[in-house]
């Protein structure tokens, strides 16, 4: 059953070859001055930046600048921004990147007027914003968080070791994205592989809660599924525009609220975050070593929803089989696309030490939305089978 609900995404997405021609049209809305926020190399080595600052020139902005924005940005950074755009009266901020720049950029808006400690009022303790917002815009490079048509914003405090993740209102929402496939070619293929479990990560993590049955679990097992053959195409040929182009909006269709609509969502995996800000590895590969021994772990009370994962998603049969073995074959099949991705699963390998697991597991979030609601225990079990 749809539980009652209000839809609402103020985000205008531009999607195509020829989006970025949409840029000049839409610099008209706002002032004289941008803050462009980007990482590290990839926008100025795939030529993007150059094409960027021609319309920005061309608009008449004049444009700050701020470079080096990192995977899992952290708060020095988000502030380094936000003084940015007080001191120069920023209009627009203009994120060119993945989900860290994007994130970040949002944190800045959110803390540039904001008197207090923002990580404070907004990441821990969930406060409603009460100052000005900074108009955010969006142009996508790198696939999987969905952060170009929501209000995520994840932020890691170093000194605290907190990855803080908050979902702000739609004002905090880029005011507009720009989405070229072509832009995700030259990903390299971990951070692609990465992106693509992210975004079947999201969509999991709102399919199994609750027992109903609503159109939403249906849209979600169809971007699953195209999820995993266009990641499939894609690994053999990374400039398949078709594939590229079909991970891009499954992405963004995954967390703008859409798969999330009228149904319990449980998140538990994200505690993921805590794992990122202990070993700083790509937010998609924490997911997938969590999700396997997660999900065997409180499968069966779920059992249901999870045969229900097996048949239509892995396409397994479920002829002369208990409950038990179809929903097993279902995370088996799971397993074998991880594995065949090239997916790390091992947390040794992205960078834990065994002394962190008892510090991750006592730092992360508990959620009552999933199947079961786990134990700091459980948690640390599961992450000393991933390992
Ligand atoms: O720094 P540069 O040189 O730009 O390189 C980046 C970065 O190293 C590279 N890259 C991006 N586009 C590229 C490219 N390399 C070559 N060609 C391109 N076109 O990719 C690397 C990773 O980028 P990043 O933005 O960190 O990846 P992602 O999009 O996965 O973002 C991860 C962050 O988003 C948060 C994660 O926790 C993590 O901090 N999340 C945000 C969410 C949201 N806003 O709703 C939800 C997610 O669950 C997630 O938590
Ligand atoms: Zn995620």
């Keep these: 059953m749809l539980l009652d609900f209000t839809y609402y995404n103020p985000t205008r997405i531009y999607f195509g070859k020829d989006s970025l021609a949409s840029l ?3 610099l008209q809305n706002y002032g004289d ?3 462009l926020a980007y990482g590290r190399n990839s926008i100025k080595t795939m030529g993007l930046y ?3 600052m021609a319309a920005l020139n061309n608009a008449g902005k004049k444009v700050i600048e701020l470079a080096g924005i990192m995977p899992n940005p952290t708060y020095d950074k988000m502030m380094e921004g936000a003084r940015l755009v007080r001191d120069n009266n920023v209009s627009l901020i203009l994120a060119v990147g993945g989900g860290s720049v994007i994130d970040c950029a949002k944190g800045i808006s959110v803390s540039a007027y904001c008197d207090e400690d923002p990580f404070q ?3 821990v303790q969930f406060q409603d914003i009460a100052n000005k917002v900074v108009p955010v815009a969006s142009i996508l490079t790198m696939v999987g968080t969905g952060s170009e048509m929501n209000g995520g914003s994840v932020i ?5 070791k907190y990855k803080g993740g908050r979902v702000f209102p739609v004002e905090v929402y880029p005011k507009f994205s720009i989405l070229n496939p072509e832009y995700t070619y030259s990903v390299p293929q971990y951070q692609m592989v990465s992106g693509v479990f992210d975004t079947m990560s999201h969509l999991m993590e709102q399919y199994f809660s609750g027992d109903d049955s609503s159109t939403t679990d249906y849209l979600i097992e169809a971007l699953l599924k195209s999820s995993i053959d266009n990641a499939r195409a894609a690994l053999k040929n990374p400039e398949d525009y078709e594939s590229r182009s079909n991970l891009m909006w499954n992405a963004t269709l995954a967390l703008n609220t859409l798969t999330g609509l009228s149904k319990p969502q449980d998140w538990e995996v994200h505690i993921e975050h805590q794992l990122g800000a202990y070993t700083d590895c790509a937010h998609g590969m924490g997911l997938a070593a969590i999700s396997l021994p997660y999900y065997r772990h409180i499968y069966s009370y779920g059992l249901d929803r999870f045969v229900r994962f097996a048949t239509e998603v892995w396409g397994i049969s479920p002829k002369g089989k208990s409950k038990d073995d179809i929903a097993k074959e279902g995370l088996d099949a ?5 594995k065949e991705c090239g997916i ?3 947390l040794k390998e992205l960078g834990a030490t065994e002394d962190m697991l008892p510090k991750i ?5 508990v959620l009552e939305g999933g199947y079961k609601k786990l134990s700091k225990e459980e948690i640390l079990g599961i992450l000393k089978e991933c390992f």
Excluded: G, I, P, R
């Design 121 to 123: 009022k907004y990441w």
């Design 361 to 365: 597991a006592e730092s992360s979030f």
């Design 33 to 35: 001055t941008v803050l």
């Design 24 to 26: 000049d049209n839409e």
């Design 50 to 52: 150059d094409k960027v």
């Design 334 to 338: 799971l397993e074998a696309f991880t």
């Design 156 to 160: 890691t405090h170093e000194e605290m």
């Design 344 to 346: 790390v699963t091992s």
